[in-house]
């Protein structure tokens, strides 16, 4: 498994509420390292649910999550709500690294400066608050922040979806770019099965709680399988 970063075998999992009320049934899929794996599927299929059960926040009722590197970072859809609004862009990246508690200030001070520079947010903006940065780049101290701890694998939640299209195809060139440089391997979320098709190498489509196709972008795009896969495609056209 040393080409393996994620392993998702047969997880059904979801809440307490008057009962057990299951969202995910049977999820079984992996992220092999380096790849860029894509999650399809409308607003309501259990995405959600199927991010915190890989970062921890719920159990499983059944099945594994198996990682192969520390658990992975996020980075949210909405990067203002995401930011603290009363401190600039340092301090979101440099507060990970605070918590960690394993740098003294220098240290932290250059590995910030040194990932700021990495996401290409001018330095102008290093002591901006988040209402006066673009959501491009806040996007970037999202990124900067996810990144500041080196993790391996991350989760990309709709990074996109709030920017306008050339500021998407920055920041998407911008997790290209982090990809290859820093080692990563990336779940990405998104409704947009454009945006999946330009960045990522597999897809995963979700309907109902269930994966009803994977593959690779070329064969589930050019060869669906699933009516729903059918249909989602339709609609992006």
Known sequence: MDNLVLEVKNVSAGYFERGYHEVLHNIDFNIKHGEIMGLVG?????????????LGIIKPQSGQVIHYTKRPQIIFQDAYSSLNPCFNARWAVEEPLKIFGKYNSKERNRRVDQMLERVNLPR???????SELSGGQRQRVCIASALIRRPHFLIADEPVSALDVTIQAQILNLLRQLRDELDLSYLFISHDLNVVYQLCDRVLVMKDGAIVEQGTVKEVYNNPKHEYTKSLLAASV
């Open 42 to 54: 409308e607003s309501g299929t259990g995405k959600t649910t199927l991010t915190r059960v890989i």
């Open 124 to 130: 102008e903006c290093w002591n901006m608050l988040p």
